[in-house]
């Protein structure tokens, strides 16, 4: 079993930067590949960005890709989201995820782990 518990959300202009932690504990993060996804009202869940087990390997959604980089620590089981060059688009909740094995993936079904979420807001 594997708790992820998201914070660093808030409200930033347009143009703004908000950096999003991840913190993971309950087993090996080292095993586990993570990601980000958003939720924005009204709209589906879709994949923001993933990070391999090991942190060498990553993708980006295209409409995040040179404005966001996701990173990990695994000596501290964190992960994280950088988030430059805001847009009201970005404007969703952030859910962290995990799934055991070393190679990361975009479809939402196929991570076991979830956070509660974090909201980020982006006015224009």
């Known amino acids: 079993q594997v708790r992820l518990v998201e914070s660093g959300g808030g409200s930033v202009q347009a143009g703004g930067s908000l950096r999003l932690s991840c913190a993971a504990s309950g087993r090996t993060y080292t095993r586990y590949v993570a990601a980000w996804f958003r939720q924005a009202p009204g709209k589906e869940r879709e994949f923001v960005a993933a990070?391999?087990?090991?942190?060498?390997?990553?993708n980006y959604d295209d409409s995040v890709k040179g404005r966001f980089t996701i990173s990990r620590d695994n000596a501290k089981n964190m992960v994280y989201l950088e988030m430059t060059s805001l847009k009201p688009e970005d404007t969703a909740v952030y859910y962290c995820?995990?799934?055991?094995?070393?190679?990361?993936?975009?479809?939402?079904?196929?991570?076991?782990?979830w956070g509660q979420g974090t909201q980020v807001t982006v006015s224009s």
């Open positions: 990070i391999s087990s090991g942190g060498n390997n990553m």
């Open positions: 995820a995990a799934q055991y094995g070393t190679i990361w993936t975009v479809h939402a079904e196929r991570y076991s782990y």
